[in-house]
């Protein structure tokens, strides 16, 4: 069940990023918008109360992924001076927060880089605590989230791409796919330059 929530086609400002969670078991596919600032301190806070067990678990990994990743993502930044607060809103029935760590990454990135995020980009695809994105289940009903969202561009793995043999030929009119292979391709793929 999907609310009529869409986005617009402006580009977000630093720390946010729009995402689609591939839901899980109990849930459907979801849009969210994630929202990071950052400041001058250490750690990430959550500002979401209570903050949903799968969301704590996206903002880990993502978390994680900035420091092992920081040099080709965010250059010589010292991580460690700042201070970011994250939140997370939930524009569907979805409330879990599965499976956001690339985007909770993204937006941490963007907050310290202060660079936007492309307007109309939906990112999502599943990252795990190593660094590796995982393969996406449900492509299809993502890229079908995406076009009823009113997304410009869709940035999914390019594992996904087999799976979309299977998107119904009217959708591919209406949404632009872009690949990555790896967390760092995502997030340059993703702001502007």
């Known amino acids: 069940m999907h609310s009529d929530a869409a986005i617009d086609g402006d580009p977000l400002p630093p720390g946010q990023v729009w995402a689609i ?13 994630i929202e990071v600032t950052s400041g001058p301190g250490g750690g990430v806070k959550i500002l979401n109360t209570p903050a949903p067990p799968d969301f704590r678990e ?4 993502g978390e994680q992924n900035l420091y092992t990743q920081s040099k080709q993502i965010v250059g010589d930044r010292d991580l460690q001076a700042h201070e970011f607060s994250i939140q997370m809103r939930a524009l569907d029935n979805d409330r879990s ?3 956001l760590g690339l985007p909770v990454l993204m937006a ?9 995020t492309k307007g109309g980009l939906i990112v999502m695809g599943p990252l795990n605590l190593g660094g590796s994105i995982e393969m996406l289940s449900n492509a299809v009903a993502l890229a079908e ?6 997304a410009h561009t869709l940035l999914m793995p390019v594992s996904a791409r087999r799976q979309l ?3 119904p030929d009217e959708l591919w009119t209406k949404i632009n796919i ?3 292979s790896d967390a760092p391709e995502a997030f340059f793929k993703a702001v502007l330059d």
């Open 21 to 33: 969670s591939p839901g899980g078991p109990d849930a459907e596919p979801g849009l969210y918008r």
């Open 58 to 61: 996206s903002v880990k990994v």
């Open 97 to 99: 927060g599965v499976d």
């Open 108 to 116: 941490l990135a963007s907050a310290l880089l202060e660079r936007s």
């Open 145 to 150: 989230v995406g076009v009823e969202k009113q």
């Open 165 to 167: 043999d299977d998107l």
């Open 178 to 180: 872009e690949f990555y």
